[in-house]
């Protein structure tokens, strides 16, 4: 069997079609692994656990039926679904995993992130990510009125996509020096991280790490992304909207 990785779903109420695909992937492929790690972004905003929905709570039901038939879940929050607390995760059996973690497969020690932290060159963000990160800010926001939470989370979603178009690419992506540092610092030769949806394997020796590798999920926009560990073999795959046929890189 294989440990499956996936991030960046922005599974929203709006996306139903993306979503069908996501509880069918954990009926089938999902329902056959050994573990299932979710790299953040699961959700595309989440304002406090008390405001879970019809999505959230069929999600959350889907994947405590994973569970119970057998398939751990681990959840690393990502950038926007920081707020994703402790009481949905006990609902969803999820086991919450700090950003950066490292894990083993196959004997091989693996660091996983969601991949924001990476992203250095933009220093407006990494500013913003740790103040939004404290206790204190989190208790003061989810102790706001629900409605005022939802205002904040929209309002927070066109800024977000507004700079983004005006970063450009180098700064929304990852900055290798930052890479290498990390895994130097952590003592591991593969990465597996999302954020950036720029899915693909990067060999990092000409960044001056030999045998080490940088592997991208791909978000759920347009399709599914996985990566498939098994037997020493990493796969990327891509899994399309009903009707079309996967890929694997």
């Known amino acids: 069997m294989a440990t499956l990785f996936i991030s960046d779903l922005h599974l929203d109420a709006s996306r139903p079609a993306i979503v069908e695909q996501f509880l069918g992937f954990l009926r089938t492929a999902a329902a056959q692994a050994d573990a299932l790690y979710i790299l953040g972004d699961f959700f595309e905003a989440w304002i406090g656990d008390d405001a879970a929905a019809d999505l959230e709570n069929t999600i959350a039901d889907a994947l405590a039926h994973l569970h119970e038939q057998g398939v751990p879940v681990y959840f690393l929050h990502g950038n926007r679904d920081f707020l994703l607390g402790e009481a949905w995760a006990r609902r969803a059996r999820l086991t919450l995993l700090p950003d950066p973690s490292v894990i083993e497969i196959a004997g091989e020690q693996v660091l996983l992130m969601h991949g924001d932290l990476l992203c250095t060159d933009d220093a407006k963000y990494q500013a913003f990510r740790a103040h939004t990160r404290t206790p204190q800010w989190q208790r003061d926001f989810l102790a706001r009125p629900l409605a005022e ?41 593969t990465l597996i991280h999302g954020h950036t949806h720029r899915p693909a394997q990067h060999d990092l020796a000409p960044l001056g790490l030999l045998g080490a590798r940088r592997i991208v999920l791909g978000d759920w926009y347009e399709q599914g992304s996985v990566l498939e560990a098994a037997a020493g073999n990493w796969l990327l795959n891509t899994l399309p909207l009903p009707g079309g046929s996967p890929t694997t890189h």
């Open 149 to 189: 939470r939802q205002a904040f989370a929209a309002q927070a979603r066109m800024e977000s996509q507004r700079y983004t178009r005006a970063l450009g690419e180098t700064l929304t992506d990852v900055n290798g020096n930052t890479v290498i540092e990390t895994l130097r610092r952590l003592g591991v030769r």
